[in-house]
């Protein structure tokens, strides 16, 4: 193992260092850092999420590389001012406003088989939303609301989608990050890694990286972090994740989920 290496592993086990911007900013010091991705004009990037944190940064970022860029936000006017944020942040980006509630499969529904039938071309979609509700919330077809939006919203949209599509980024880890929704749902954990949390721009580095750079289309369905897959648990004991009956249990739960709502098969 080289030296870069041993750095590399040695801030993903300790996790606070890789999580935090210093991870971000010694792994780029490293020999064999990724280089950056190459300018992508003419594709069509869709980002879920975009109003704010993570999402409009990525939004962001893809312009910068000349992508157009689909902003989707909950509603019309939050998803019109994300497309002119971006449009202000990256002069003579092509920004386009996309307006959908993402727990409601019905709703996702309509609006991938519109966007479809509209948009002649999607080479990536960045399955970014997110929520983290203090109680427990269930969406209008009945599911927890972080599930909804976390699982069965980026399934369904994959799915649905999976005719134009390219690459589907599913946002995992981007490290810490502080952004409105970290502020908002995780008030302490933001005070106590003040020092060393993230830029969105920051956070949003790998999955820039993973939508443009053609070394990230090698392999698929890892887990990313810092423009390198890394392991999904540590060997510490058994984990309840890595069951396979487990595995099957969710995917039918998923599939039936999205059955009833005329959405797959998947
Ligand atoms: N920041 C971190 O440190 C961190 C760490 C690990 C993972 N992540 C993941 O990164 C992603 C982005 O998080 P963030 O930190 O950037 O949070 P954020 O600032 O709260 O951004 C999340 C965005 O998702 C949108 N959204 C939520 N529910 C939606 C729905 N039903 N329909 C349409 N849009 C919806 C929110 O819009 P509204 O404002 O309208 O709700 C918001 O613009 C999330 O998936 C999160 O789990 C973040």
Not at 102 to 131: I, Q, T
Request: aromatic fraction near 6%.
């Amino acid at each position: 193992m080289s030296i870069a290496t041993t750095i590399d592993t040695a801030l993903d086990r300790s996790i606070v260092l890789g999580y935090g911007r210093i991870g971000l900013l010694a792994r780029r010091r490293l020999p064999g850092w990724p280089a950056d991705p190459p300018r992508i004009d003419g594709q069509a990037v869709l980002v879920t999420g975009a109003a704010s944190g993570l999402g409009l940064a990525t939004a962001c970022g893809f312009a910068r590389l000349g992508a157009t860029v689909h902003a989707l936000a909950r509603d019309p006017r939050r998803a019109e001012q994300a497309a002119a944020e971006i449009r202000a942040s990256v002069p003579g980006a092509d920004a386009l406003a996309q307006a959908c509630d993402l727990s409601s499969l019905a709703a996702v529904k309509s609006f991938a088989d519109e966007f479809a039938a509209r948009e002649p071309r999607l080479d990536v979609l960045v399955n970014n939303a997110g929520v983290m509700p203090a109680e427990r919330t269930r969406t209008v077809d009945g599911h927890e609301l972080m599930f909804a939006t976390h699982v069965l919203a980026p399934l369904a949209l994959s799915t649905l989608l999976a005719g134009l599509l390219g690459r589907v980024i599913n946002v995992m880890h981007p490290g810490w990050a502080d952004t409105e929704g970290v502020r908002r749902s995780m008030p302490t954990f933001r005070t106590i890694t003040g020092p060393i949390i993230r830029t969105a721009q920051e956070g949003a580095d790998t999955i820039v990286w993973l939508g443009a750079a053609p070394e990230a289309l090698r392999e698929t369905g890892l887990f990313w972090h810092d423009r390198r897959p890394r392991p999904t648990h540590y060997r510490l004991g058994p984990s309840p994740g890595a069951s396979e009956r487990g595995r099957d249990e969710l995917w039918a739960y998923c599939e039936a989920a999205l059955a009833a709502a005329g959405i797959g098969p998947l």
